[in-house]
């Protein structure tokens, strides 16, 4: 059974800087890509970012390209988003999910079989 475990989330102003962190278990050999998503309020999910687990290859959407880094390291199993320039438009809740196998689009949020339970992010103006 796959678990991850968002940190890293908080309070920051404009222009500021987080990082999250997503420590993952229970990963095996078919593991695909990881990715970040987020929700603000009432809005839909969306997609952030994504990193092919054991490949080099990353996707971010185009409204944080520029400003936030996706990485992983394989040997500790987990991801991180690195997150600059922050705007208040970043709020929202930021969530962790994989696909344990090749299961759809790397953007699409139902190609995710595995979720974190989240971390807020707040940027105030």
């Known amino acids: 059974q796959v678990q991850l475990v968002e940190s890293g989330g908080g309070l920051v102003q404009a222009g500021g800087s987080l990082r999250l962190s997503c420590a993952a278990s229970?990963?095996?050999?078919?593991?695909?890509?990881m990715g970040w998503f987020r929700q603000a309020p009432g809005k839909d999910r969306e997609f952030v970012s994504a990193?092919?687990?054991?490949?080099?290859?990353?996707y971010s959407a185009d409204s944080v390209k520029g400003r936030f880094t996706i990485s992983r390291d394989t040997a500790k199993n987990t991801i991180y988003l690195q997150m600059n320039s922050l705007k208040p438009e970043d709020t929202a809740i930021y969530y962790c999910?994989?696909?344990?196998?090749?299961?759809?689009?790397?953007?699409?949020?139902?190609?995710?079989?595995?979720w974190g339970q989240g971390t807020q992010v707040t940027v105030s103006s």
């Open positions: 229970g990963l095996t050999d078919s593991t695909y890509v």
């Open positions: 990193a092919i687990w054991s490949g080099t290859k990353t």
């Open positions: 999910a994989t696909q344990s196998r090749p299961r759809g689009l790397i953007i699409s949020i139902t190609a995710y079989d595995y």
